[in-house]
């Protein structure tokens, strides 16, 4: 049965954009879909002006799409150049929801897109990331308005008091840029910072040797509690929500403007599964099944 393109790429982060730029240079019919308005919606969240690092190094890149590290908004505006210079056939706003295999064997697919659109095609490739389910802090309050899973804009807040929650990279990047005009709180349920890069890993120490936030390790949220007589969508000078942990010594509470909670996320494995990908184990981050 013949399909309407040779390939469909689904997400558009720096995978499907490589992904595309080689199917333009080939030739051939495809078609790069993205569920946002803008391409490669996990760095486009990045806190503005982070510095983007070039990570693994060690791996030569063979990407159609230029990158090297440099600041999200200059990779970004890289990339919106050269979807437009490569004139790369994006179609934003288009999530896809469904795909089924139209006979048995290889191919070919359809593709459904949650607007009610779809389209065939005789290969997908699909890159749709890991930011599926972002993880929650798990404890009572984790949903109150000031506690954000994401920080857009370091320079939105000043003169408060903001808890970071998370030892990789996304809650040190937050907590140091956060401290310059906040009092931040950084809690680390471990006692050590084991899964970040070593550029981080030294300011963090350095910031907090130097005073400029405080580091909490070997603690855990117990609860977030609105303040009496205050609400969380109301700014204020005054903190809004107590913060309750446990650290070795016991339960302790400190009262804040805002609580981040930088967790990561799981895999979206059950969309993977819908579309037909079968995994060999249950585990989160287990590897699909090559057939
Ligand atoms: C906070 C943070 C900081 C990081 N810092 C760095 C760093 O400094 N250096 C580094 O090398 N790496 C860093 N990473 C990791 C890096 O962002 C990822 O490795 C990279 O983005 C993965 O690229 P990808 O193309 O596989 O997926 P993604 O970049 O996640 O892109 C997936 C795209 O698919 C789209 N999509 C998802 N589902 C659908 C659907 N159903 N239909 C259509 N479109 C869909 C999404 O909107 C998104 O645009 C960081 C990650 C995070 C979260």
Redesign the pocket.
Known sequence: MPADLDIAI????????SAAARAQELGCKYVL????KH?????YK?QKG??????PGYLPLRSGMRFEAGKREAILGTWDDQLATQKINIQYG????AIAKLNEGAGPFQIQCEDGTSTTARTVIL??????NIRKIGAAGDDLPNVDYTLADPNAFQNETIVVIGAG??AI?NALALREKNKVILINRKDEFARCKEGNLNQILAADRNEELQIFYNTNTVRIELLKSSSADEPSAQPCMRYVYKDPEGEKSLNVHRIIA?LGATP?RA?VESFGVTFPQQRPRSRARVV
């Open positions: 689904i997400g558009s982060g720096p995978a499907g954009l879909f993205e569920t946002e391409a490669s919606d996990t760095i990045y982070k510095h983007v690092m070039a990570e288009k999530k896809v929801t890159g749709i990331g890991l930011q599926g990279d996304a990047e930088r979206p969309l």
